[in-house]
Each structure stands twice: as C-alpha cells, then as structure tokens.
C-alpha cells in the first residue's frame, strides 16, 4: 500500500515536470518582444529597454553577485521544517546552502531583474512573501537600503540564516518576520500604509496565493507592483495567475514564464504580454 503511494507521488512529480518543461518550450517559441519591438505601450517598451535589458552592473548588484557564488558553493547544513506546496508539511529536512538555493532560491537571472526592478520603481515599502535563506531578499534589499522591507518565512533556522547572511552584506533595513502567512500577513498589514513593492514566492497553492493577494491589493496604489513567481510551475498556480491577471485593478500584467508582473497604474491601458526573457 505505501509503495503504491509513493509510486503514485512520484509519477505525479514527473508528470509535472514534464507538463512545465512542454510549457518552457511553447513559451521558449512563443514569446516575442525581447527587445521591445511590436510594443505599443511605452511604459513597457521602457520597461523592456531599461530594466529587463539592463546590461550595466553597479558596485551594490556586485556585491550581491559575489556574495551569490559564496552561498552557491557553501556546503553549511540548515536544518529546517517544510511549508509550502510541493513539500511534505511539517518533516524536518536537512540540506546545504547550496542544495536550499538549487531547489527553491531564485536564480542570477532573476535576482539581476529584481535588482533591476526596484532600482528602477524606487520603492519606499517593501513586502516579500517567502524568505528562505533569504537570496531574493538581498537581491531587492540591496537596490532598496533605505526602503521599509518586511519579509516573511514560517521557517525560523532558514529566517535565522538568511538574516545572518543579510548582515554580512551590510543590509540594515530589513525587517525579518516568523510566522505562517495565514496567521502574520494580516497583522503586518495593519502596520503598513502602503506597498509599493510586493514578491510573492511561497505557498504556491491557489487560493492562498489569490487570499495573500486580495490582501495586498487592500495597501496598493497606482504605482504599485506586485511579483509572483512560479506562476507556471503547477495547473494551481496557473489559475491563480490567471484569475490575478484578469483582476479589474491590475492594467498591464506581464509574463516572463518564471515570473509575473502586475501594475495599476489607471493611465495604462488593459494588456497583457508575454515576453521573452
Ligand atoms: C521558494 S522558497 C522562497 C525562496 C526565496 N524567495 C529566494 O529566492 O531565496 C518559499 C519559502 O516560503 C516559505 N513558506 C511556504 N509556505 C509558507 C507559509 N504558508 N507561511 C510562511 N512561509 C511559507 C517556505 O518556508 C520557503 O522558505
């Protein structure tokens, strides 16, 4: 009986592999507007050109970048409790640095475009849904010092290291906070006038990936936005993104596959993109 549960889990786990990989590649043929040609909207064709482009590497992105390949080759063990869709709840885990960044940390590619990101939005409050060891964390800190940034992780030792680590990097403002999203989101928003600047990585289930969003959206504005990643990863996720983009507020969403993007902005016109990244 209990191998037929785990034979059962496991072809479930290659069968969305295998269904994400069929969609990285219609995405990888699909997509255009790399460079920003065929975009009307000059909003994202300045997004397209000046951020997702950006090629220039300032002193803090260095930073980061060096302190990246550090974690990438540390074979330090943490010890940690899973949360989360696609982890068994609750059973201890052990893994490196290393092994955490692989499975679930964001990679360069994409620590470069939150870099990127709120260097160029300039956000005074920050929200991170999803801290881990906290690499994200240090990619959107280290353009924002002076920033309000407040994330959040049900995992104490993964908080613990990712704040140590943020303190090696010289981050200062960054509010580390333990708890369940279910059971802290709401009294953090209590606490916060405004988000400007909103990634959500964790929990990637449906509904409570569309509650934390409904949340969030009660502190948007018209400049606000809002970052969800793994939005392909699962068919629950896939709706999740679905219903976020068709949400009335949100004027532009982007898609980069790994990634999506919303704005509000009531200047823009309704459009959604997907662009290759
Ligand atoms: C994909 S990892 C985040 C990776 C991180 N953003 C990075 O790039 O380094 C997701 C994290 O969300 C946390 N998490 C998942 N579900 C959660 C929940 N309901 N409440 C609090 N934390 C949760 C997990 O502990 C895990 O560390």
């Known amino acids: 009986m209990f191998h037929n549960i785990k034979f059962f889990l496991k072809f479930q786990l290659m069968i969305s592999r295998i269904n994400y990989a069929v969609k990285n590649i219609k995405y990888l043929i699909f997509a255009g507007h790399k460079k920003g040609h065929g975009i009307h909207s000059p909003f994202v064709y300045n997004l397209i050109k000046d951020v997702f482009n950006k090629k220039d590497i300032n002193s803090e992105l260095q930073k980061v970048l060096e302190f990246y390949k550090t974690i990438n080759a ?163 996720m896939e709706k999740a993104w679905d219903e976020i983009k068709r949400n009335p507020k949100v004027r532009v969403s982007i898609d980069i596959f790994r990634m999506g993007i919303i704005f509000f902005c009531t200047e823009l016109s309704y459009q959604h993109y997907v662009i290759k990244f």
């Not at 939005?121 to 060891?133: A, N």
């Not at 280290?142 to 995992?155: G, Y």
């Not at 981050?171 to 400007?196: H, P, Y």
Request: charged share 25%.
């Open 74 to 236: 540390s074979d330090e063990l943490v010890e940690f409790e899973n949360s989360g869709a696609g982890s068994a709840y609750g059973i201890k885990k052990s893994l490196t640095l290393s092994q955490i960044i692989h499975r679930s940390g964001i990679s360069i590619k994409y620590g470069k475009l939150l870099f990127n990101l709120v260097n160029h939005f300039k956000p005074e409050t920050i929200l991170e849904l999803g801290t881990s060891v906290g690499i994200s964390s240090a990619f959107i800190g280290s353009a924002a010092k002076e920033a309000r940034f407040i994330t959040i992780d049900a995992s104490e030792t993964k908080l613990n290291k990712a704040k140590e680590l943020s303190e090696n990097l010289g981050l200062k403002n960054i509010r580390f906070v333990k708890g369940d999203f279910d059971e802290v989101l709401e009294s953090v928003l209590l606490n916060t006038s405004k988000l400007d600047f909103v990634f959500i990585d964790g929990n990637h289930k449906k509904e409570p990936t569309l509650k934390y969003f409904e949340q969030c959206l009660n502190k948007s504005h018209n400049n606000s936005v809002f970052i969800f990643d793994d939005i392909h990863w699962s068919d629950d």
